[in-house]
């Protein structure tokens, strides 16, 4: 009967498992996008900030 349960219910879904992959991919090309558009932006941010300096016209007084 133990064969029988078994075989009726079988092993993980093949097309589940290729989803499970697909998307577990799909979530680490994310987060590596996540990281290289976080440093880009760090990035321009910085290189914005000393260009807003340098070009900060004097104050009226």
């Known amino acids: 009967m133990a064969k029988a349960l078994l075989?009726?219910?079988?092993?993980?879904d093949p097309r589940m498992v290729a989803e499970m992959r697909?998307?577990?991919r799909r979530v680490r090309d994310l987060e590596a996008?996540?990281?290289?558009?976080q440093e880009e932006n760090e990035a321009l941010s910085s290189s914005e900030a000393v260009h807003s300096v340098k070009d900060r016209e004097p104050a009226l007084t």
């Open 7 to 12: 075989g009726h219910v079988g092993g993980p």
């Open 22 to 24: 697909r998307l577990q």
């Open 33 to 37: 996008e996540l990281v290289r558009l």
